[in-house]
């Protein structure tokens, strides 16, 4: 199965300067090959592909040796396959009648990454194996740059990028081929139900708290952005104050999916069957605030839920848990989460007045009293075996 392997790059001051070069250089051919194809179509009406700016390669090279001759040649054509990448997407919306969002042009800080798309083609994963404490990776006028390897890479390693995150470099290799990592049958099956109070709530009466790393970041979010507010553009001093938020943005987002690691592979360990809801969050968290003519209703209301929604991170929590349950050989169900609230887990009676409060259910035809995210999370575990007795038999 696929796989990639994030490592923090340890480079020295010149590497971390032909870093940046490179990653200058390759949005500067974005964007001149982005220049190129809309000239052509506005002057001449002609659409310029991927293979006619690949073949160019070779010339805008042998005119600036010194530029874009330094770097990998295949690392040029993956930008240019980036921006192919790009235009597809976006004739795809046009067919489809969505937003068009026609590609747009890389200022700095809009381009951080570089890939490769083969190892050994300008890269070289573990290119000093004969080093006894230390891995290095080789990239093509970069040099050596020592990796921190925190865990062993499986697999056979495919494509070989270089990223930029704030201050920080890493390293991301595609693998194919890992390996599985089945774990031992425990028979136990689990059912989640998705909350913003609790993370996750378990039909077994197990809440997994919500550590809202957002909002305990906020304050110092919040005056890091008013003091960016005030910083006169295109200074050296707005530019760190920019740098600050990045960072407190980037710690929330590594906060986040460790959690969400954690969460997972506990749930992993424990059961061989894990349903959860079929969440549609982009539609869940879409904005109230409607039209001139049609104002939406309340919409700050609505705004601070989409904040703790996004907060809690439901999207990066079940990519996770996807990924963890494939690896470990678990079954896992996605269900429609329509009416799992309202109805009674004990007769199957739904009514929105079963939902006394946000806490606490009471069907209005049996009397059952639970929680209400435990009665959900028990609806949702037997959906989920019914649509796995229903695959099974058919």
């Known amino acids: 199965m696929p796989r990639s392997f994030k490592f923090l790059l340890r480079p020295t001051a010149k590497q971390a300067a032909a870093l940046a070069a490179c990653l200058e250089d390759h949005r500067t051919l974005y964007n001149a090959a982005l220049e190129h194809r809309r000239t052509a179509y506005v002057k001449a009406g002609v659409s310029v592909r991927y293979g006619d700016q690949s073949a160019e390669l070779k010339h805008i090279r042998g005119d600036d040796p010194d530029g874009q001759g330094r770097w990998s040649f295949s690392s040029q054509q993956a930008t240019l396959r980036?921006?192919?990448?790009?235009?597809?997407?976006?004739?795809?919306?046009?067919?489809?009648?969505?937003?068009?969002?026609?590609?747009?042009?890389?200022?700095?800080?809009?381009f951080d990454a570089v890939e490769w798309p083969k190892d050994g083609d300008g890269c070289r994963w573990d290119s000093q194996p004969e080093?006894?404490?230390?891995?290095?990776?080789?990239?093509?006028?970069?040099g050596h740059?020592?990796?921190?390897?925190?865990?062993?890479?499986?697999?056979?390693?495919?494509?070989?990028?270089?990223?930029?995150?704030?201050?920080?470099?890493?390293?991301?290799?595609?693998c194919d081929d890992v390996p599985a990592e089945p774990l031992p049958g425990t028979g136990a099956v689990v059912g989640l139900d998705m909350g913003v109070a609790c993370l996750v709530t378990m039909n077994d009466g197990v809440h997994v708290a919500n550590p809202r790393h957002l909002a305990a970041t906020a304050d110092r979010l919040a005056e890091a952005q008013r003091d960016l507010a005030r910083g006169e553009r295109g200074s050296r001093r707005r530019r760190k104050k920019v740098a600050?938020?990045?960072?407190?943005?980037?710690?929330?987002?590594?906060?986040?999916?460790?959690?969400?690691?954690?969460?997972?592979?506990?749930?992993?360990?424990?059961?061989?069957?894990?349903?959860?809801?079929?969440?549609?969050i982009a539609n869940m968290t879409r904005s109230a605030s409607g039209t001139v003519e049609q104002p939406g209703r309340n919409v700050a209301q609505?705004?601070?839920?989409?904040?703790?929604?996004?907060?809690?991170?439901?999207?990066?929590?079940?990519?996770?848990?996807?990924?963890?349950?494939e690896s470990a050989g678990r079954e896992l169900i996605a269900v429609n989460p329509a009416d799992?609230?309202?109805?009674?887990?004990?007769?199957?009676?739904?009514?929105?007045?079963?939902?006394?409060?946000?806490?606490?259910?009471?069907?209005?035809?049996?009397?059952?009293?639970?929680?209400?995210?435990?009665?959900?999370?028990?609806?949702?575990?037997?959906?989920?075996?019914?649509?796995?007795?229903?695959?099974?038999?058919?």
């Open 340 to 394: 799992t609230s309202r109805t009674c887990s004990r007769c199957g009676h739904c009514a929105k007045e079963n939902r006394v409060t946000q806490a606490e259910f009471v069907c209005t035809a049996c009397g059952h009293a639970a929680h209400a995210d435990v009665n959900a999370a028990t609806n949702i575990l037997r959906a989920g075996l019914a649509l796995r007795q229903a695959a099974e038999a058919a």
């Open 82 to 110: 980036r921006l192919d990448k790009a235009f597809a997407a976006f004739f795809t919306r046009v067919k489809a009648g969505r937003t068009p969002g026609f590609p747009r042009f890389k200022g700095r800080g809009w």
């Open 244 to 280: 600050r938020v990045a960072a407190l943005h980037g710690k929330v987002r590594r906060q986040r999916i460790d959690y969400a690691h954690k969460v997972a592979n506990a749930l992993v360990r424990a059961y061989d069957v894990i349903v959860h809801e079929d969440l549609r």
């Open 302 to 325: 609505k705004s601070g839920l989409n904040r703790s929604i996004l907060d809690a991170g439901w999207g990066v929590f079940l990519t996770v848990l996807a990924h963890k349950a």
């Open 145 to 174: 740059v020592r990796v921190h390897q925190h865990r062993p890479v499986r697999g056979r390693v495919k494509t070989i990028s270089a990223k930029r995150e704030g201050k920080r470099w890493y390293v991301v290799l595609a």
């Open 131 to 142: 080093h006894p404490s230390a891995t290095f990776v080789r990239l093509q006028g970069v």
